[in-house]
């Protein structure tokens, strides 16, 4: 066995495992909630206050590639967009919940034995409010799922993947994903991406550079100083309930207005928190103008907006609206300066299971 005999003086269970290459390289996409997380029951295991509601968004990935390699001294080196930096601030309790399952010896597992190297790229906007780190945690939770052999099954990834980013947790699962709270802490899917065709999601990206306030310090921030804090957090276990339940329907009506109270309610708790969490830009409110106008036209709910920790927003409309809606959207590029307006806007298709690539 040569050098792997040292590497692995912990005879594992299975002797095969011993000359597997110790990488893997996953796939994984963000999600977008219909019904939002904010605010931490608990901040070490990133335990909600609030259950959650969300949609796979199967355009955007993150490509995840890790790598093990013997090492007398463990670090961890990461990559973000071809970028060296450090890496992600809940990296460490993420890792620990591997270390929990993988044997031991002498004390240590084989990532106190390794240098851990993740290298991570997105093809939509990072850092700014789009998830980025949803999908960024889960395909990190995944690929060392794969490269360490550990027992995870898919719910209890979930459960690991949102320690290390909470909306990453509903990035394991494609489709329609819900977090509870209650009565127990669970990541489960609704319902898959093809229970409901003619749904559809526009993205619709705004300039902004990356977000000012994490969602960890907003979150903490909204909780110390927030005065409907709590109000909130109560009130989405029913919007929670509803929005499922009309998930399950496919009634579009009630998924885009609760949506759309959702998100309003979240952002007035940031705007209400001291100082002010602001999110919102100007190219965001004319988004949610844009959409009120379309409905009050229509003399229905034919779309609905929801927008996380940044600018952009994610549209919600049917097939037989998709056109028109995209359309008033791209009016909008061209309405608001490009520098402070919108910059893209683009039909997502819902799905975002993960995908082991090699
Ligand atoms: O994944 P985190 O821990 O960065 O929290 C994300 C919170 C929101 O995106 C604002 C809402 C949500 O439920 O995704």
Redesign the pocket.
């Known amino acids: 066995m040569g050098i792997l005999s040292h590497f692995f003086s912990t005879a594992p269970k299975n002797p095969d495992v011993i000359m597997q290459p110790r990488s893997a390289r996953v796939q994984c996409s963000p999600n977008i909630?219909l019904v939002?997380?904010?605010g931490k029951r608990d901040v070490a295991s990133?335990s909600p206050v609030n259950g959650?509601i969300?949609i796979g968004m199967a355009d955007c990935h993150t490509v995840t590639e890790v790598e093990l390699f013997p090492s007398t001294r463990p670090s961890v080196h990461f990559t973000l967009n071809g970028t060296v930096c450090d890496p992600p601030s809940r990296l460490p309790a993420l890792l620990d919940c591997f270390r929990a399952v993988l044997p031991v010896d002498h004390g240590k597992t084989v990532l106190d034995r390794s240098t851990l190297t993740i290298s991570s790229t997105n093809d939509f906007p990072t850092g700014a409010g789009l998830?980025s780190?949803?999908s960024g945690l889960a395909a990190i939770a995944v690929a060392l799922n794969v490269a360490l052999d550990a027992p995870f099954s898919d719910d209890a990834l979930a459960m690991v993947a949102k320690v290390g980013?909470?909306?990453?947790g509903r990035s394991i699962h494609g489709g329609f994903v819900q977090w509870s709270v209650d009565p127990a802490e669970a990541i489960e899917q609704v319902a898959p991406a093809s229970h409901w065709p003619e749904l559809r999601l526009l993205l619709v990206e705004a300039a902004a550079d990356t977000k000012k306030v994490g969602?960890?310090a907003g979150m903490l921030r909204s909780a110390a100083t927030c005065p409907f804090m709590a109000a909130r957090a109560a009130s989405a276990a029913a919007r929670l309930t509803r929005v499922r339940q009309a998930v399950l329907d496919r009634d579009f009506a009630i998924v885009a207005e609760e949506a759309m109270a959702d998100s309003n309610e979240?952002h007035a708790v940031c705007l209400a928190s001291r100082p002010a969490i602001v999110y919102l830009s100007g190219a965001s409110l004319a988004v949610m103008g844009a959409i009120h106008d379309l409905n009050a036209a229509a003399g229905h709910t034919i779309a609905g907006y929801t927008f996380?920790?940044g600018p952009h927003a994610v549209v919600l409309t049917t097939a037989e609206h998709a056109k028109r809606v995209e359309w008033r959207l791209r009016e909008l590029m061209i309405d608001i300066d490009a520098a402070v307006g919108v910059r893209d806007v683009r039909p997502m298709a819902i799905g975002g299971q993960y995908t082991v690539l090699e």
């Open positions: 909630a939002k997380y904010w990133n959650s969300s998830a780190s949803a980013s909470g909306s990453a969602s960890t979240l996380d920790a």
